[in-house]
Structures are given as structure tokens and as C-alpha cells.
């Protein structure tokens, strides 16, 4: 498996957004009521924000793509990573890593991944709704100009990240791994 850090090197550098935090939240004694009568967790058990940390290097095989997309700040992240032939995501949410799948997809279609994906981690009551915009395409990719993630918990409570980043197939076949 050949790492794609040619393609994704240095694509947020320079940008300067902060992470916009939202709260979407039903007044406690009510969500609480809620939560007793569905049998859902109560909102007081569910952490409002999201510790979002840093992904590890991400690999492809031959004939795969991968989104790669980074924290829009002046020292960027490498916080999501889609793998489009299994149409699954992964991020680090509050120190885990935790493997997303696929529910929706809209928009434009390019390098195997859509411009509007939704992904879920029902385990975690967690929600990712990513909007994305394609930049420059360049050999075995694409620029991705700007973006958002919104993370949404089973609470109601949300955040929004600008992301940049690039898509990158893997096109080398026969590379001794």
C-alpha cells in the first residue's frame, strides 16, 4: 500500500477558520422527560462537544480512492478520511477512532466520492453530514477547495469543521507492499 502524502501535503496550509460550535439543544428537563419515555439515553449522559483528534496516515490499494480532508486552520489536521469503495469514513471523536458508514450521498460525483455524503455511527450516536467542493484536479486526485463536516450527536447538540483537503486514487499496480 502506497501512502498518498504527495497529494494531500500542504492543501489547508495557510487557511484561517475556527472550529463554529452550535447547540441545538431542548431545555434539560424536557430532554431528560424525553429520554426516560423513549428509553433513550438521557442528554446529561451524552458529552455536548466533540474532542476531534488528529487521524493517523491512511493507506490505498490499487483501484482505491480516499477523501482526505483536514481542519481549515493555520496548523491543519488530518481529521476524516473516506475510503469511496467501502463507503465508509473514519475520524478520532473524544480520543477513539470511530469507523463511520455511509447513509446518503447527493451532488457531484468525482474520484469516486460525492460532494454531499452523510455518514453514521449508530453505536455512538453520532451523525457527519460532509458537504464538499472540488478544486483543481490534478493527477490521481482532486483539490477540495473547501468544506464542512457537521457532527451531530444523538442530543441534538452540533458542530461544524471547515475542512480542505484532496481525493487521491491509487493507480500504481504491482508495487511489491
Known amino acids: 500500500m502506497t501512502?498518498?502524502?504527495h497529494a494531500i501535503a500542504g492543501l489547508a496550509?495557510?487557511?484561517v477558520i475556527a472550529l463554529m460550535p452550535?447547540?441545538?439543544n431542548a431545555p434539560a428537563?424536557?430532554?431528560a422527560a424525553a429520554a426516560e419515555l423513549s428509553g433513550a439515553t438521557?442528554?446529561?449522559d451524552i458529552p455536548d462537544g466533540f474532542d476531534i483528534g488528529q487521524l493517523p496516515a491512511q493507506e490505498l490499494r490499487p483501484g482505491?480512492?480516499?477523501l482526505f480532508l483536514f481542519?481549515?486552520?493555520p496548523t491543519p489536521r488530518f481529521v476524516f478520511f473516506s475510503n469511496a469503495a467501502k463507503a465508509t469514513a473514519l475520524m478520532?471523536?473524544?480520543g477513539e477512532l470511530v469507523r463511520l458508514a455511509r447513509s446518503e450521498t447527493a451532488g457531484e460525483v468525482f474520484d469516486q466520492q460525492y460532494s454531499e455524503q452523510v455518514f453514521i455511527a449508530p453505536a455512538q450516536g453520532i451523525e457527519a453530514k460532509l458537504s464538499i467542493r472540488r478544486g483543481r484536479k490534478s493527477t490521481g486526485g482532486s483539490r477540495i477547495d473547501g468544506g464542512s463536516i457537521r457532527l451531530i450527536r444523538e442530543n441534538g447538540w452540533n458542530m461544524v469543521l471547515p475542512v480542505a483537503g484532496a481525493t487521491a486514487c491509487e493507480t500504481r499496480q504491482g508495487i511489491d507492499r
Open 13 to 15: 496550509a495557510g487557511a
Open 3 to 5: 501512502l498518498i502524502r
Open 22 to 24: 452550535g447547540c441545538a
Open 92 to 94: 478520532n471523536l473524544d
Open 64 to 66: 482505491e480512492c480516499g
Open 29 to 31: 428537563d424536557d430532554a
Open 71 to 73: 481542519v481549515a486552520r
Open 42 to 44: 438521557p442528554a446529561a
